[in-house]
């Protein structure tokens, strides 16, 4: 079995990351999903295991502390990482993809330099503001933290393999799959999958 396309998906707060990467997941059961580690609690509708696994800053602290995590970061208050496990038990995929911020990419790219990352804009400013706000689920200093790193993410945005501007879900998870089904169409990985 050759190595899986690991495709690195980021993008501000309210870009509409995840909703993108679950959308494709569903269009592509076979591909896999590194399910990040957590200490910020569940918003509505999240289930711990499927969109997240959520712990105690003293777990997360364990699992970094024993090389547990791949990567690792402290955003918004909370921190966040990617379970070496959770990879070692996705090796059979074609596809394994992570929703992550731009420390996250970085650290993944360095890992995995074949990574490809994939940096997602919302259409403007003003449509970022309005969908974080929209959402309800920050208070209004979240709200302008979550803001000011969006500005950040969006400054290391030119370290991408590819960009997209998320202007509808259904035009980006097409463009999205395209990206992921042309690397998977290159060459050198095609010799690889050959040579099995």
């Given at each position: 079995m050759s190595k899986p396309l690991w495709v690195v998906v980021s993008a501000p707060s309210g870009a509409g990351k995840t909703t993108l990467v679950k959308k494709l997941l569903r269009k592509h059961p076979a591909f896999g999903f590194s399910t990040s580690v957590t200490t910020r609690p569940p918003?509505?509708?999240e289930k711990n295991g499927r969109d997240y696994?959520?712990?105690?800053?003293?777990?997360?602290?364990?699992?970094?502390?024993?090389?547990?995590?791949l990567e690792w970061a402290k955003i918004h208050g909370s921190y966040y990482g990617t379970p070496r496990?959770?990879?070692k038990s996705r090796r059979k995929r074609a596809v394994v993809l992570f929703d992550v911020n731009r420390q996250g990419a970085r650290a993944i790219k360095k890992a995995s330099p074949e990574a490809v990352s994939v940096f997602i804009f919302s259409p403007g400013w003003k449509t970022?503001?309005?969908?974080l706000s929209g959402r309800g689920t920050e208070?209004?200093?979240?709200?302008?933290?979550?803001?000011?790193?969006?500005?950040?993410?969006m400054a290391a945005a030119r370290r991408y393999d590819y960009w997209m501007v998320n202007q509808?879900?259904?035009?980006?998870?097409?463009?999205?799959?395209?990206?992921?089904?042309?690397?998977?169409?290159?060459p050198a990985r095609m010799e690889q999958g050959n040579k099995k």
């Open positions: 918003r509505a509708g696994h959520f712990v105690s800053e003293k777990e997360f602290l364990r699992l970094r502390d024993t090389g547990k995590l496990i959770s990879l970022l503001k309005s969908r208070s209004k200093s979240e709200l302008r933290r979550r803001l000011s790193d969006a500005k950040r993410e509808t879900v259904s035009g980006s998870v097409k463009r999205l799959e395209a990206i992921v089904l042309a690397e998977l169409s290159r």
